[in-house]
């Protein structure tokens, strides 16, 4: 009965596909270097401190928002998985700027230590997730906000308690990503706010077939930018972004111990309040260290056409894919993201 309530559901929310820019590279595996894109800039905030006070001093600057009741969008990770912000670092956070939010989760769409609510909250437990609340926001059950101007969803299904929020932190583990190429903040929401029951077939599975990850690629990418908008949406500018470069294996943190190992160097934090600017700063970054230093992460990217999270981000007028790169350790100075690829060091696991 379930299998068959999810199928009607996600017939209902499948649109047709309308016109779109030509003027957007669409392949997912090929990168648009800077001077080749137009359109305005937004600011993006950098810090090489990975420390507490470097995640507090980025958050700090892109905080203005937010307010009333806070909801705090973190990959909690499975059990003991090596590469997650460190709990240290999201505590010192929250206790300094954000003392009355709430950690949300979903459930998962796959089978394992968060596939269901009482195993999630095992799971928190074992990873240190104690300090104050999370909300697994789809325990309860399920809603629907609008996709506009989607093309592949009218609507999408999001946990039912992200609408008691006022406004919402992403705070993103940026690193590599199976499916979708690299995770950053974009992944964070359109994944992590659909809740693992129907939103999450949506995204990853065609209706009546056996795969349950046989979409891929540009259509992935799609699906999950179209959720992610539904949810930003929502927000309006009550939502902020917090990109932490560290630690990215090749792997999600849905992998938990079972990741890839790392082998791309540790970056910095990096913050916005536009999305696609946050996470293209990323990207740009990882193409801006040496060949050697990206060779893993790039080839993830491109192997699953993972730059189609971007430009669809800039189809849909989510956000800018140029932008004003601020050091924060610097002064504030202007500085481009092969400044902030310079001089990084070889990884060593902590």
Known sequence: MKRTFIYILAVTAFVSCGTTNNSIVRDGNKYVPYAQRDGEEAVVYFTRNLSADGLIAAYEKV???????????????????????????????????LADATI???????????????LHRKTLEVNGW???????IDEE????????????????AVGSHLVNYDSMVALTHFKGHTQGGFGGANKNIGIGCADGRVG?????????QPNQWDIKEEEFMERMTESTKATIDH???????????RNMSVSCDCEGVHAAPVVTPNVGILSSTDILAVDQACVDIIYAMTADEHKDIVERI?????????????????????YVLIDLDNGGKKITAADAAKGLKPFVKE
């Not at 927000?235 to 470069?245: E, I, L, P, Q, R």
């Not at 491109?302 to 140029?322: C, N, P």
Request: net charge positive; glycine share 12%.
């Open 200 to 208: 999450k077939a949506w995204i990853h599975t065609t209706p009546g």
């Open 63 to 97: 905080a203005g928002e937010i307010g009333g009741h806070v909801g705090v969008k973190l990959h909690t990770g499975e059990q003991n998985g090596p590469n997650i912000i460190p709990r240290e670092w999201v505590k010192a956070l929250m206790e300094k700027d």
């Open 141 to 156: 059950d399920t809603l629907t906000l609008p996709v506009k101007g989607g093309k592949w969803f009218k609507k999408m």
């Open 302 to 322: 491109e192997t699953r056409h993972g730059l189609r999270q971007l430009s669809y981000m800039k189809e849909l007028g989510m956000g800018h894919d140029r």
């Open 235 to 245: 927000f309006g500018k009550h939502v902020t972004y917090v990109n932490v470069m």
């Open 104 to 118: 949300i989760e979903t459930n998962t769409y796959y089978k394992g230590d968060r596939y269901t609510t009482d």
């Open 130 to 136: 104690t300090f104050c609340p999370v909300d697994i």
